[in-house]
Structures are given as structure tokens and as C-alpha cells.
């Protein structure tokens, strides 16, 4: 078995490549700029690493090329803008939507060829609890998100008869570099509005991919599924 995970070089990503690599899958690595820390990963676990800009049709169609035939994609690859939807710039809005919803559309493009092939695959984008319930100043980042609930969804539909599952997990609040930049007081609050009563590890949402990933998860497609400790409630 054969996977890609795009962003697979930090964070959820990183996360991910190691449970699916623990399911016994060759994993490649996707990455942008950072090379160190794929190689480290790479390394660590015997994977392959390719550089490819999701943004990029030409990138993302090599990638492929070179990945071969795969049978997970999981779709990781994403940034994020913080503001009042009026401060922030055309190009500002237009990377967020580029990366997170277009950088998604190409990867599965490019993908389904592969798998319609084998009548057989499975992909898994990665939304966010903003997408769902949306977010005061982080609108273009929600609205990206909701586009990927929205694109999961439908493929899973179009997809189906194919035997390919499509299926969307919507993390919480998780530990990683992206939320790095909230203060202490942020984490507090987020941290007490989570019924859980804490933030999440990268590892929680790996373990969902990987379910999702695997045989166990045969009859299921099409669903948006939480790793978010109850929040918002």
C-alpha cells in the first residue's frame, strides 16, 4: 500500500505520515519549504520525500507523476490569515484559498486517475472546526475550510461508484505551529471551552486519518468527522 500525505513534514502532517507508515504503508512525504524537517521524517521512518507546491498544477501533476500509484491521499497541505476580513489583502485572502481549498482540488485531480484505475482508494482532507461552525476574524481561513467539506462531500458521490471513499476530518484546537502564535490567555480560553478540558495532540487527528485509512473504515464516505474534544459546544 502506497500513501501521500501533502504538508506531511510538520504538525498534523507529520503526524500522519507516522501512523499510516505504522499501518505499513510506503509514505511519501509532500513538502514546500520545509526540506530539513521531510528529510528528518524521511529518515526516520524509510519514506520518500517530494517537494511540489500544491498551488501549482504543473508541481502537484509531477509529484504524481513520480509518487505513482497511490492508494491514500490525505490532503494536509494549508495556511492561515488572522483579521478582520477587511484588513486583510486580495493576495492575503487569495493565498489562503489557493492552498487550502485549490491545493486540495489538484491533489485530488491528480490522484483519481491513479485509483479509478484499481476501482479502488480512499482520500482524506482535512477541514477544521472553524469550517464547520465558522470564526470571528478568521473568516477566509473558515470559508476555505468550509470548501473543503463542501469538495469532500461531493467527490464522495462522485467517487463512490469507483470504490473510492472520500472523507473529511475537522480538527480542533491541536498543538502545532499554527496556533503557536496565540497567547497564553487564547490557549486558556480555548483550552476551557473544549469540554475535554485540553488541547489537542497532532497524534489525536493522525489516529482518525488512519482509521479512516484502513479496511475498518470500508463503509464509510462522506463524512465530516471530529477531533476536537467536544468543541465548540
Not at 503557536?180 to 475535554?196: C, E, F, Q, W
Not at 497524534?203 to 468543541?231: C, E, K, N
Request: neutral net charge; charged residues 20%.
Amino acid at each position: 500500500m502506497r500513501a501521500l500525505v501533502t504538508g506531511g513534514s510538520r504538525g498534523i502532517g507529520a503526524a500522519c505520515v507516522r501512523a499510516l507508515a505504522a499501518d505499513g504503508y510506503e509514505v511519501v512525504v509532500n513538502y514546500n519549504e520545509s526540506r530539513s524537517a521531510a528529510e528528518t521524517l524521511a529518515r526516520e521512518l524509510g519514506c520518500e520525500t517530494i517537494r511540489a507546491d500544491v498551488r501549482d498544477t504543473a508541481a502537484v501533476g509531477k509529484m504524481f507523476a513520480r509518487a505513482g500509484d497511490v492508494d491514500a491521499l490525505v490532503c494536509c497541505a494549508g495556511i492561515a490569515k488572522t483579521g478582520l476580513i477587511t484588513d486583510l489583502s486580495e493576495d492575503e485572502w487569495q493565498a489562503v484559498i489557493d492552498v487550502n481549498v485549490g491545493g486540495t482540488v489538484r491533489c485530488c485531480r491528480a490522484a483519481i486517475p491513479y485509483m479509478t484505475r484499481k476501482k479502488a482508494g480512499c482520500i482524506v482532507t482535512v477541514s477544521s472546526v472553524w469550517g464547520v461552525t465558522g470564526a470571528s476574524c478568521e473568516a477566509v481561513y473558515a470559508a476555505s475550510k468550509a470548501a473543503v467539506i463542501g469538495l469532500t462531500k461531493s467527490l464522495a458521490k462522485e467517487l463512490g461508484p469507483s470504490g473510492i471513499r472520500v472523507n473529511c476530518v475537522a480538527p480542533g484546537v491541536i498543538d502545532t505551529e499554527m496556533n503557536a502564535l496565540l497567547t497564553d490567555a487564547d490557549i486558556a480560553a480555548l483550552r476551557a471551552a473544549t469540554p475535554l478540558g485540553a488541547i489537542g495532540r497532532p497524534s489525536d487527528v493522525a489516529h482518525l486519518v488512519r482509521f479512516l485509512a484502513s479496511d475498518s473504515a470500508r463503509f464509510i464516505t462522506g463524512q465530516v468527522i471530529g477531533a476536537d474534544g467536544g468543541f465548540p459546544y
